[in-house]
């Protein structure tokens, strides 16, 4: 199943380890595929191998393999993904016979050879993986593994509790009269040291003649794996959000500080008016006074009369 949705390594993450089996070596797997492109993880607990491709490399090397074969990177892409993925996956070889996988290790590297058929002539493909980074080792899968193995330890403590409180039970029955009515249910009391020793003894060399044949990643450990993965993706992202929302500045306090300074702007515009008002009634005032000052120290002269002529009047009329 092809998937397009969030990086590669976000979507690996989530994808729980796989025991598989190739040319008669026990390997645990990862893979993911997108829409042209793959991430393929490979461990059998002694080294860590990955190839990750795009669509430019998968049609060079798809046309370096298939000379023959002339088809677009989605159709090489899409004949892969159906073939090697129930490989990839635990479940084997394709029923039918048709696909063929190998492994062969060279010096530090593995490559998985693939051959099957597509529009009936013979397909080919090699994956080369090479070791994984550190980094990739630990994020995919020593930090879940140790989530893991806290949380087992966890539980272990919880059910040694409850034993031991089951144990009271059963002897406050008996000291009020209660008996079993059937001898071989009767069990011995709960010592998680005597218990430890014993289950020690007992399932060490077990699971140590189990790992020549078998990595031992089940159904319910893949489970787990997958849980404690998904909780901390939920997690981080919780935390990412709460980090991005602290971050956000408070336009509130600077939008308040926005209208004070432009009331105190407004005020101060009009103190500055009602203080020039009374001003230019002052300069008014003096600007009149001067005017009359002037004029009354300049009067404007009258026009001069001419003399008026007396009429000449005789002695005698």
Known sequence: ???????????????????????????????????????????????????????????????ELNRRVRAPVKAFFS???????????????????????????????????????????????????????????????????????????????QLGGLLVRKDAEIQDYRENG????RERLQTDVYEEQTYREDFMTKALPQLCSEQRDSLGFSIDLQQLYADIVAHRNTRKRKLCEEQLASEEPDLTPSLGDGSISSESGENSRKQDSQVDAPAAEVTDRLTTQQSLCVSSSHPAERPSSKPKKKKVVGLFR
Do not use: N
């Open 1 to 63: 199943m092809m998937e397009s949705r969030g990086s590669s390594a976000d979507v690996l993450l989530q994808r729980p380890w796989l025991p598989v089996s190739i040319s008669g070596c026990q390997l645990l797997a990862k893979s993911w595929f997108g829409e042209t492109e793959y991430h393929v993880l490979l461990t059998d607990m002694h080294c860590v191998w990955e190839e990750k491709m795009d669509a430019a490399a998968i049609q060079s090397r798809a046309q």
């Open 178 to 181: 209660a008996t079993l009515s």
């Open 79 to 157: 004949h892969l993904c159906e073939v090697v993925q129930p490989c990839l996956s635990g479940d084997g070889e394709r029923p039918d016979g048709e696909a063929q996988i190998s492994l062969t290790r060279q010096e530090e590297d593995i490559s998985l050879r693939l051959k099957s058929e597509l529009a009936g002539l013979p397909f080919h493909w090699e994956f080369h993986c090479t070791p994984a980074a550190v980094t990739l080792v630990c994020v995919q899968l020593v930090r879940p593994l140790l989530a893991m193995s806290r949380l087992l330890q966890r539980q272990v403590e």
